[in-house]
């Protein structure tokens, strides 16, 4: 059933455009002025306070507008109800030019999820916090064939990387826990120098040939970033589980059992 659209007292011009809705910090800022009687400085004030969402500011601000509003022939309860939009507006509204960018920036990654969802979700991952991950991965499984699979110490990029002719998401080696930029940088350089790792054994015995390595037309040593406990963490995450045929968790442990005792790694 079809329902009238209902504007508040004296809103009908700032929000005609809206359909009775006070959406944009322009909005607020026209009824403080014209309904309100707030001269231009203190009508500044308001959209510092709703941009700021500061609180304490808004408040100072309730008893001289709904007295402005009162004086201007607008109910009490209305100019009471109206003032709880503006307070309720802080916590989400904006201003116009940003509501256009927002919605460009959302049609587009609307656009791009429906129809590249594999590269979609591989850039919504590399930016997510630790704790957004899970999310988008349950939702990239009920609505694309990408897949996020262990990291591969021959695919495996600092950042996630992509496979498109599988759409297999490889983990990002920046994420395994305390590898960091230097370490992760360092294992891709002797990579690329050197070609795939065939093993276990092959990583260890390039990445630490040398304790002390000379960069490149420079006459400085720098040291290994990598240890131990890299190494150890990077068999946990799966990095080698390819190179050397794991099938479960319980033959990565026994890799990492085998090489603490050969080369005096770590326990797990």
């Known amino acids: 059933m079809y329902k009238s659209k209902v504007y508040n007292y004296g809103t009908y011009e700032a929000t005609k455009n809206t359909f009775g809705i006070m959406t944009y910090q322009e909005q607020f800022m026209s009824i403080a002025h014209t309904l309100g009687g707030f001269d231009l400085g203190k009508t500044d004030y308001l959209r510092k306070a709703i941009g700021k969402k500061n609180a304490d500011l808004m408040a100072t601000l309730k008893e001289d507008f709904i007295s402005g509003a009162v004086k201007n022939g607008c109910p009490d309860y209305e100019a009471q109800d109206i003032w709880h939009k503006i307070e309720v507006a802080g916590k989400y509204s904006f201003n116009r030019s940003h509501a256009a960018a927002y919605a460009l920036t959302a049609?587009?990654?609307?656009?791009?999820?429906?129809?590249?969802?594999?590269?979609?979700?591989?850039?919504?991952?590399?930016?997510?916090?630790?704790?957004?991950?899970?999310?988008?991965?349950?939702?990239?499984?009920?609505?694309?064939?990408?897949?996020?699979?262990?990291?591969?110490?021959?695919?495996?990029?600092?950042?996630?990387?992509?496979?498109?002719?599988?759409?297999?998401?490889?983990?990002?080696?920046?994420?395994?826990?305390?590898?960091?930029?230097?370490?992760?940088?360092?294992?891709?350089?002797?990579?690329?120098?050197?070609?795939?790792?065939?093993?276990?054994?092959?990583?260890?015995?390039?990445?630490?040939?040398?304790?002390?390595?000379?960069?490149?037309?420079?006459?400085?040593?720098?040291k290994n970033p990598v240890t131990s406990l890299h190494v150890k963490n990077l068999i946990l995450a799966g990095c080698f589980d390819k190179v050397e045929d794991v099938k479960d968790k319980n033959e990565r442990y026994f890799i990492l059992s085998t090489l603490y005792e050969s080369l005096k790694l770590n326990e797990p």
């Open 107 to 222: 049609y587009c990654g609307a656009w791009l999820k429906a129809n590249y969802p594999t590269a979609f979700y591989t850039v919504a991952l590399q930016w997510a916090e630790d704790k957004e991950i899970p999310l988008i991965m349950s939702e990239m499984e009920e609505c694309s064939v990408a897949k996020i699979v262990p990291p591969d110490i021959n695919k495996s990029e600092p950042e996630f990387y992509t496979d498109y002719s599988t759409d297999n998401i490889y983990w990002s080696l920046s994420r395994i826990k305390m590898l960091g930029t230097k370490s992760v940088e360092y294992i891709i350089e002797e990579r690329q120098s050197g070609g795939p790792f065939i093993s276990v054994r092959d990583f260890i015995e390039r990445i630490f040939r040398k304790r002390l390595c000379s960069k490149k037309g420079s006459k400085n040593t720098v």
